[in-house]
């Protein structure tokens, strides 16, 4: 298992949001993470992403525990949210280029060029991020995330915001990063998209797993009832 | 909900005798000073609420310390606690050192680095519940006020040497009499004792409310935890 | 994927410390990535100009800056200017990395949390000193003043140090409160009073030649100041950014 969680609980003050969610992902596998809004997606993937600490339980992403091997942690990680966490008065390159120097990473030049290269923006690498679309700058940030070559990708409802093209340039680069046997864990509000993406579909609602199931057990056309059993028996 | 512990119950006690007291002294037993007159009863109050100020300020900075090591909340609410009541403190400080210039001196504010630095104290404290006002979050709230604390404590040493040597090398025209309380007069042993006895009413005046206040700070959070718990 | 042997994840674990050649070379990202951002926009710099050149106007109208009084308040007036400006550049500076998320994208990368806080830090002094070289001719123009003392600019340099240091720090806090901008001033000047008190003495003490041994006492005091708030706000920062 590349990502293992273990009765985890998350407080803030005196409200709970997760409580003792148990989660694991083998190696390679598109984990869809959905469920009803306040569920604790967001908050379980800043856990996951080391942006925010455990209150109680153990996380432990590719042998590497958090919080305390947390920078082990984020050298094998790549993280998108729906924020593109990008520069806007710098250019693709020069976003691409400081990232890359943050991360470390050899032949940084190389690098770069192939990664504008799969994410469809080579002919915009001095362009300035804030004349980006927002379908662009998400690409971009997919292009940031995997600029270190992760082995765990995280995806925090990447489509919000998209219109129809976008979100399909979207999946296409989504079905490249996952080609290249990343593990990817992703929540999504959009069932749809998810069903052509993941090979697995987990439920969080209140704070915990209430189901879980395997692409191959279900009609990704049935993928909206099994959602809506899943939340009305939660 | 327990109700009041019953070493608070004497301690309050304890605490209000030893007040009266000590007012009894301030008038009755001290004597009355040459230059000054009456006004300079004040002092002996003035001095023990400055003391107790920065007692407050200390604990809060070592709460914060403590808070920021373990996480545990209750450390929160000694901060904030200790803060609220040396706010409270400094204030009367502030109040009755300006007294004691209005009658030193005839007016109403010195630029004396004690009374100055208290007035900085009082600003760090209106910050720091500024600080607080604008967060949501409790924990992050509660670590923020802790780092501010912190900080501001270690400043305020800094502020007050800085405002000392500022002095020594322009005195300032108004009140050059000298740095407020200390050296102005001898004291004489009955004035040293009611000056004792103030410091240590005051110091136990302080662990009483502070001991009051935490109560009613754990007594909030048990509230908010219930009230959470039947939205939920 | 294999499991892992013993012996592999102890050779990973140890590099996986960030080692200290890392840490410059994140700390320097941070700081040209800042510049080179500015450089482009240019907004931070030129709010912060603008602003520090409109206070040295209205302090003429509300002081009279005649040559006599000039000499004894130049001090004042200049660092009041720093201050109020400084706040500007220290907003702005923490707001750009919160507005987009991008301290997110900060903290996942693999280093120290301080190198964040140094490298915010470095860039913050450079702007304030910056625009500090540009008010000081035009200072010095408007008024015949000759600013291009080597004492002033020292006693200008570690104001600016310590000043930044405190600052970022808490800048960081105020960008993650409801009040935001109104608070950063409101939480920096009471822990800056020793600065501010400490430059103005040094600042007049250089400009009026006074004897270096009183001036001593000033430099001192900024000295021990920098040294303690850039060692404390750097072992607090984790703190603020962590959730």
Not at chain 1, 173 to 181: D, K, M, S, T
Not at chain 1, 213 to 232: G, V
Not at chain 2, 87 to 110: D, E, K, L, P
């Amino acid at each position: 298992m590349i990502i293992t969680v273990r009765k985890l609980v998350k407080r803030f003050g005196l409200k709970t949001v997760l409580r003792g969610m148990d989660f694991s992902v083998a190696p390679g596998e598109f984990v869809a993470l959905l469920g009803p809004n306040g569920a604790g997606k967001t908050t379980f993937l800043r856990i996951l992403a080391s942006l925010s600490r455990p209150t109680i339980g153990q996380v432990s992403i590719a042998g590497y525990s958090l919080p305390h091997q947390a920078a082990a942690v984020r050298r094998r990680l790549g993280v998108v949210s729906h924020l593109p966490l990008l520069y806007g008065d710098l250019t693709a390159d020069e976003n691409l280029r400081f990232f890359a120097r943050m991360y470390d990473i050899p032949q940084a030049d190389k690098r770069i060029s192939d990664v504008l290269e799969m994410v469809g923006l080579a002919s915009r690498r001095r362009d300035l991020v804030r004349t980006f679309s927002r379908g662009m700058q998400q690409r971009l940030a997919i292009g940031r995330a995997v600029l270190h070559d992760p082995e765990v990708m995280l995806f925090d409802e990447p489509h919000t915001g998209l219109d129809q093209d976008a979100c399909q340039m979207l999946d296409t680069v989504l079905q490249e990063v996952a080609a290249r046997g990343r593990t990817v864990v992703m929540t999504s509000h959009d069932l749809a998209r998810v069903g052509d993406l993941a090979s697995r579909f987990d439920i969080l609602s209140r704070g915990v797993i209430t189901s879980s199931i395997q692409r191959s057990e279900i009609d990704p056309n049935n993928l909206l009832a099994y959602y809506r059993q899943a939340i009305a028996e939660a | 909900m327990e109700s009041k512990p019953r070493m608070l119950v004497i301690l309050d006690v304890i605490t209000s005798l030893l007040f009266l007291t000590a007012v009894g002294m301030v008038f009755f037993y001290a004597p009355l000073e040459a230059v000054m007159g009456q006004v300079q009863r004040v002092f002996y109050f003035h001095v023990a609420n400055a003391w107790v100020g920065m007692l407050g300020f200390m604990v809060a900075a070592i709460s914060g310390i403590a808070y920021l090591r373990k996480g545990d909340r209750k450390w929160d609410i000694v901060g904030l606690s200790a803060i609220e009541i040396s706010f409270v403190f400094f204030f009367t400080a502030i109040v009755s050192g300006s007294i004691w210039a209005r009658g030193s001196w005839g007016t109403w504010w010195t630029w004396d680095p004690r009374l100055t630095t208290a007035a900085i104290c009082e600003l760090v404290y209106a910050a720091y519940f500024l600080l607080r006002q604008g967060i949501e979050d409790p924990d992050r709230r509660a670590r923020f006020g802790a780092v501010y604390a912190i900080l501001s404590f270690i400043s305020v040493p800094l502020t007050f040497i800085s405002i000392r040597i500022f002095r020594t090398i322009h005195p300032v025209i108004i009140g050059a009499g000298g740095s407020g309380a200390e050296g102005s007069f001898d004291m004489s042993p009955r004035m040293l004792h009611t000056f004792i006895f103030s410091l240590i009413t005051f110091s136990i005046i302080f662990a009483d409310l502070l001991w009051h206040r935490i109560r009613l700070g754990k007594l909030a959070e048990e509230a908010e935890n219930l009230r959470l718990k039947t939205l939920q | 994927m294999e499991p892992i042997s013993q012996a592999e994840k102890q050779l990973t674990r140890k590099s996986s410390a960030p080692g200290f050649g890392q840490f410059i070379r994140a700390v320097s990202a941070i700081i040209w990535k800042d510049l080179a951002a500015e450089l482009r926009s240019r907004e931070l710099l030129s709010a912060m100009l603008v602003f520090a050149l409109l206070v040295i106007l209205i302090f003429n109208f509300a002081l009279e800056l005649d040559a006599s009084t000039r000499a004894a308040v130049t001090a004042g007036v200049l660092w009041v200017t720093f201050a109020f400006a400084g706040t500007l550049g220290l907003n702005r500076s923490m707001a750009m990395e919160k507005d987009r998320g991008c301290l997110d994208g900060l903290l996942l990368a693999p280093v120290d949390r301080s190198a964040i806080y140094f490298g915010k830090a470095v860039g913050n002094l450079i702007f304030m000193l910056i625009v500090e070289a540009i008010v000081l001719p035009v200072y010095s123009v408007l008024y015949s003043v000759n600013l291009f003392n080597p004492g002033l600019l020292l006693v200008i340099l570690l104001g600016s140090i310590g000043y930044v240091a405190v600052g970022t720090l808490l800048s960081s806090m105020a960008v993650q409160t409801r009040t935001r901008d109104v608070l950063l001033p409101v939480l920096l000047f009471p822990l800056v009073i020793p600065i501010l008190i400490a430059a103005v003495k040094g600042s007049t003490g250089f400009l009026q030649g006074v004897d270096s041994v009183d001036i001593r006492p000033w430099i001192n005091l900024l000295l021990v100041y920098d040294v303690i708030f850039i060692a404390a706000s750097f072992m607090v920062f984790d703190y603020i950014v962590e959730e």
